[in-house]
Structures are given as C-alpha cells and as structure tokens.
C-alpha cells in the first residue's frame, strides 16, 4: 500500500475527501482464526453462515395443551377428542394420529403424524372419562392454531449471517441455535497507543505547576476497547525527535495500528510529522472541521518490510475523541473486516440556533430527545470548545453542521450522530 492515491496539497481536506482518501490507504482486513462461541461476541464474522438444520427441527407445539389431529366433522357446540397418549418436550410419539385423536402436548415437544392443531390446556375440560377430553367453545379453535412449523424461522441450507458483521448477543444465541460451537472471526487488531507532550503528566503523579493530566490515551483506550482491539500501551514520550522517531518505529513492529495524540500542529515541539516522515511517509494533515483540524495520516514502513497505517490525532481531549469516531473507527472497522459499516445518522430538530462557519464541517457535542410525538430534538451541551471533555460526558450525540451551512436556526432539521455502543 502506497500514498500515491492522495497528493498531499496546503489547502485543508473536507471531512468527506478525507473519509475517501483514508478509504482508499485502508490496508487489508487482518488475518482470521477460530474462537469458541462463548468468546466470539464483540467480534466480526469471517465467514458466511449457513444453517445445517431447519430450526425448528420438528414441527412443534407452541403451548401446552393437546396435539390433535383435526376432526373429519367438528361438531359446532360440543367438541370431545380421544386421548391416546402424551408427548413432552425431548420425546416423540412413534405413531400417527387418525383424525379426532389427539395427545397431550408440552410446548416445544414434536406433533406426531396426522397431529396439525394444537388446543391450549385452558380450553380443556376433563369429563371423567378415561382418556377423554371435552374441549371448551370448539368455535373458538382453529385448525392449524399454535403450531410452529420446522424450519419456519429458519431453513436448512439458508445463508443466516453474512461476513463482516459484528457480533452482538443475539448472535450468540442464533448460532447455538443452529448447532455451532465455534465461529471464525478476524483477529483482534493491535493497536499501540501514546501521547505526548512535556507537559502530559500520568494520573496517580503529582501534577507540576504547568502540567496537565494525560486524559487522552485513556480515552483511546477505552474507545479501543470497545471496537474489540488490543491495546499497546506506550505511555507518554516527551518532545524529543529521536526518541519520538525510534517509539514510532518500534511500535510499529509490532502493532497493526500506531495512534497517538498530541504534537501534531505546527508549534516548535510538535515533532510527530517529522519522525513520521524520518520512517515512513505523511498521508494527509489539516481537516476542515471542527473540533480537530490538525490530524496527521500516514504510514510507517518498519524494518523487515510492510506498512504499519499511522494517526496523529490533536492535543484537545475532545477533538481526540471526535477525530477518532470520524476518521479512525471506520479504517479500524474496516480492517476488522467490516466492509459495510457506516456511522449511524438520524435527523433532529434543533431545540436552539446553532453556530457554525461555512466551508468546514463542525461536530457539537449534543443531547437528543423525543417528544410526545416521536420527533427528535437536539440541543448542545452548553460551551464548545474543543478542551471542555465534560461536553462529551454530557452528550449522547454529536451534531454533524456541513460544511456549506453558516448557522442553523432554531426548529431546523440537523444531522446527528448517536454515540451508540462505543461512547
């Protein structure tokens, strides 16, 4: 994978050019391996699934009651069957079924031949015949009710599951239901991870007079973590070329992905972009948006062959979280092996005018709601500055202002961005 497919110019990206360059420098989906189904949730499918089975196996009884196999002549007030057995749940009866007779039923367990109705166990009453059963308002019954037909959710041979899909709970419960007890699945991508700054001072330090608290690595972790990626912690590295420049490269031997934050403008110790450029090669830098204008891509080409993808995300707490859900998730989605993601987008109505600047794309920290009558309505959370990280504590979505807009009036629709699982 080369940068030939991007020539790096002055002027700032759109948010959309860097989407499709960033597309473009995606290296391949990493490898595949076999995991147990207990521990395959949270992960992406590498493989079509196809049930082997029809689910249900058997045609089935969907409460408990009597199979019965529908009458020649059903009488209009007075139903009465023969009972001539009983079938629970994990047995069968070997015989069929003339027509009248029926056997008591539990849900789940499999009609005999010639059984196609099953009547619920409240309609039944006893007469104190042996193995007779008189059914109360026969009316009220209907041939084929409460039976669940083999195969009707699912059919033997149906393509159930296609690859690239994540993962989720019910999943889980799908594919036990067709037997499986483990599933091929990408790799977890590793991803190492560091800030910088003589400034960036770890939590549980004692803060210096003109320190700040390392925010940013945490928050890529748990972002990381959530996106299912193992995570290589490389701490803090100070503003210094080459040590910057020999952290990169030993990152990058073993790591899918290298992140960091922090150094990445054009102030006299921002040093990512040179050691960037010392083992590897820049991509693209300057983004017209905001929070996060000043984001760095590239490669960086360890020894021993390859191309490791890099991103230099900015200092700020929030325009690292917001570059991340806009730029790095999707390239680690996708070499995750989720070719198809895309970012959930609804339409809000603003509950207040929004500031914007035409000619960059501007992403508020937001709270959506419903009201009465199931329209959505999005404020921000209050001050914007891309330093302010309570804001994305306090919001449950981003409010996405395209580029050619200047303002957005009060009552006007808006994009945003439901965080979702990931934040």
């Not at 309609?123 to 209907?142: M, T």
């Not at 973590?225 to 990169?248: F, K, N, P, T, V």
Request: some cysteine; proline content about 7%.
């Amino acid at each position: 994978m080369t940068l030939s497919c991007f020539e790096l110019g002055e002027r700032m990206l759109s948010v959309d050019e860097t989407l499709d360059a960033l597309a473009a420098m995606t290296p391949p989906p990493v490898d595949t391996h076999r995991v147990s189904l207990a521990s395959a949730c949270g992960g992406v499918l590498a493989v079509d699934v196809v049930s082997p089975i029809d689910v249900p196996q058997n045609t089935n009884a969907a409460m408990d009651g009597i199979a019965l196999a529908w009458p020649d002549e059903v009488p209009g007030s007075d139903m009465r069957v023969d009972v001539v057995g009983d079938v629970l749940a994990g047995t069968r009866l070997p015989t069929s079924l003339a027509p009248g007779e029926a056997v008591r039923i539990t849900t789940g367990a499999p009609l005999p031949v010639g059984a196609d109705t099953v009547v619920m166990s409240e309609q039944l009453v006893e007469i104190g015949i042996p193995d007779r059963i008189r059914v109360e308002h026969p009316e009220r019954v209907k041939r084929g009710q409460n039976v669940r037909q083999a195969g009707e959710d699912i059919a033997r041979g149906q393509r159930v599951l296609g690859a690239g899909i994540r993962l989720r709970p019910q999943h889980m419960g799908l594919l036990a239901s067709l037997g499986y007890a483990e599933i091929e699945v990408f790799r977890p991508l590793r991803v190492a991870v560091f800030s910088t700054g003589d400034e960036v001072t770890a939590p549980g330090e004692a803060l210096p007079p003109a320190g700040i608290y390392d925010t940013n690595r945490f928050s890529l972790q748990g972002l990381l973590s959530r996106l299912g990626c193992e995570i290589i912690d490389l701490g803090i590295l100070q503003d210094d070329l080459d040590s910057m420049r020999a952290s990169l490269a030993a990152a990058a031997r073993e790591a899918d992905m290298v992140v960091t934050s922090g150094g990445v403008s054009v102030g006299q110790a921002d040093w990512v972009k040179p050691a960037l450029t010392a083992i590897g090669e820049l991509g693209l830098w300057r983004i017209a948006m905001r929070p996060g204008r000043p984001l760095a891509f590239g490669l960086i080409h360890p020894t021993g062959g390859g191309t490791v993808p890099f991103f230099g995300l900015p200092g700020n707490p929030v325009a690292v979280m917001v570059t991340f859900l806009q730029f790095v998730q999707p390239m680690l989605r996708r070499m995750q092996g989720e070719h198809d993601w895309q970012p959930s987008r609804l339409t809000a109505l603003a509950a207040e005018p929004l500031k914007s600047r035409e000619e960059r794309v501007d992403f508020h920290r937001g709270v959506y709601t419903g009201d009465d009558a199931g329209q959505l309505w999005v404020r921000t959370t209050g001050r914007q500055g891309s330093g302010i990280l309570s804001s994305m504590v306090v919001a449950n979505c981003l409010i996405e202002i395209g580029d050619g807009c200047a303002a957005v009036e009060a009552g006007a629709p808006v994009t945003i961005q439901p965080f979702g699982d990931l934040t």
